[in-house]
């Protein structure tokens, strides 16, 4: 999950799918792809939507995505088409490229609808944003128990 900063969007989303998914089988973590926030705990209005909604993503901590973040994921989620742009900049090849998406489009498929960053925004931007990440985390978790089912 990657958002700018990693203190708003991407943690919410690594929160929610974590609490959709089985973390025996699925890794889920979060990044920005700038460094203002690295070692940061997420922005409280985050913690404090995540937590109205029994999620504590208090332990989380900012950190700056990395060319090492295409070898150790198999799908790189990003909020928005700017930071879509700034991490298929640093794709090696096809194949890292193929593994990034906007979270947006697996409820609004070819859309390229943005997650709306809430940080200069009010408490309700992140209600939004969540809303949003909540319906988005759901198909990506019943997406990945598809794909763990025996065939």
């Keep these: 999950m990657v958002c700018l900063g ?3 969007r991407s943690p919410l989303a690594e929160g929610i799918l974590k609490s959709k998914t089985d973390p025996q089988k699925v890794y889920v973590d979060s ?4 460094d203002y926030h690295v070692g940061d705990q997420p922005d409280p209005r985050s913690i404090a939507i995540a937590k109205k909604h029994s999620l504590d993503i208090t332990l989380q901590r900012g950190r700056q995505f990395s060319i090492r973040d295409f070898d150790n994921f198999d799908l790189i989620y990003v909020m928005d088409t700017f930071n879509y742009a700034d991490v298929i900049a640093l794709a090696r090849n096809e194949e890292d490229k193929k593994k990034v998406k906007l979270i947006s489009d697996e409820i609004f498929p070819g859309e390229n609808v943005d997650v709306p960053d809430p940080y200069q925004g009010l408490a309700e931007g992140f209600k939004n944003v969540y809303k ?3 319906e ?4 990506i978790a019943n997406k990945l128990e598809a794909k763990q089912q025996p065939k």
């Excluded at 990044?31 to 700038?34: E, M, N, P, S, V």
């Excluded at 988005?136 to 198909?139: D, K, L, S, Y």
Aim: aromatic letters at 0%; glycine letters at 14%; proline letters at 0%.
């Design 6 to 8: 990693n203190i708003c």
């Design 31 to 34: 990044a920005g792809t700038g």
């Design 132 to 134: 949003m990440l909540d």
């Design 136 to 139: 988005a985390c759901e198909v």
